[in-house]
C-alpha cells in the first residue's frame, strides 16, 4: 500500500521562512519529487530527492530521509506569488517509476 | 522549446457528445501522461504512453480513449461523459518514463465542465 501525507493548508507572512513537511509510506521507493502549482495552473518542477539530505536551489531547498519517509520543502524570503498549492510526489511505489502525488499544502501568503 | 501545450484551454460538452483533448510536446521526450484533476485534490494518473505504446491504464472507463499518433502528439478522446468527470485534464511528459528522477513537465490543462 501507499500513504503520502502533507498539511493540508498553511500560512505564512512575506519575507518569513516556511517549512512544508511531507510524510511517506509506501512500498517502493525511487526518489521524491516537489511541485508549485498556483490555483487553475498545471504543476511545476521544484526539487527532485533520491538521497538522505538537503538539495537547496536559490530560495527553495528540499529534504530527504529515507529511513524516516520524511522530506521537507523549505521556502525563504516568502514572496506573495509563492500562494500555491505544493504538491510532494514519491516516485517507486508498487515498482513503478511514476509518482505518486500527495494531497497537496496549499500555502497562503500575506504582507 | 521546454513547453507541453493543451487545446483546448476550455471545453464544456454534453452527456451525448463526442469530444477530443489534444496535447503536444517538442522536447523529445517519450512519456507522455493524462491525468485527472478535481479541485483541491491531487492530479490523479489515467494514462501513460512510452515510446507511443500504452503502458499503463489506471482502471480508467472506456467513456475515456487514449491516442498516441506520434511521438509528440497525446489525445484524449471522450465519448458520454458524466457530470461527475468535470475536472481539470492535464497532459504531462517526461523523457524516459522509467527512469530515476524522471522530471515530469506539465502542461497548462483543458478545464471540462461535462453538463
Known amino acids: 500500500g501507499q500513504n503520502i501525507d502533507q498539511p493540508t493548508e498553511m500560512t505564512a507572512t512575506e519575507g518569513a521562512i516556511v517549512q512544508i513537511n511531507c510524510t511517506y509510506q509506501?512500498?517502493?521507493?525511487?526518489?521524491l519529487f516537489w511541485y508549485q502549482q498556483h490555483a487553475g495552473e498545471a504543476p511545476t518542477f521544484l526539487s527532485y530527492?533520491?538521497?538522505?539530505g538537503l538539495e537547496e536551489k536559490g530560495r527553495f531547498s528540499s529534504f530527504l530521509s529515507r529511513s524516516k519517509g520524511y522530506s521537507y520543502l523549505l521556502l525563504k524570503e516568502l514572496q506573495m506569488k509563492d500562494s500555491a498549492s505544493y504538491l510532494c510526489a514519491v516516485s517507486g511505489t508498487g515498482g513503478s517509476y511514476i509518482p505518486t502525488f500527495g494531497r497537496g499544502t496549499s500555502l497562503i501568503v500575506h504582507p | 522549446d521546454t513547453e507541453v501545450t493543451q487545446t483546448p484551454k476550455h471545453l464544456v460538452m454534453g452527456m451525448t457528445n463526442k469530444k477530443s483533448l489534444k496535447c503536444e510536446q517538442h522536447m523529445g521526450h517519450r512519456a507522455m501522461y493524462w491525468y485527472k484533476q478535481k479541485a483541491k485534490k491531487p492530479p490523479e494518473l489515467m494514462f501513460v504512453?512510452?515510446?507511443?505504446?500504452?503502458?499503463i491504464n489506471e482502471s480508467v472507463p472506456s467513456r475515456f480513449s487514449p491516442e498516441c499518433p506520434n511521438s509528440s502528439l497525446l489525445n484524449l478522446h471522450l465519448h458520454a461523459l458524466q457530470p461527475e468527470d468535470s475536472a481539470l485534464y492535464l497532459c504531462?511528459?517526461?523523457?524516459?518514463?522509467?527512469?530515476?528522477?524522471?522530471?515530469?513537465?506539465f502542461g497548462p490543462g483543458t478545464r471540462l465542465t461535462v453538463l
Open positions: 504531462a511528459s517526461s523523457q524516459m518514463g522509467g527512469s530515476l528522477g524522471d522530471e515530469q513537465f
Open positions: 509506501t512500498s517502493g521507493f525511487n526518489g
Open positions: 530527492n533520491v538521497l538522505d
Open positions: 504512453y512510452s515510446y507511443e505504446k500504452l503502458s
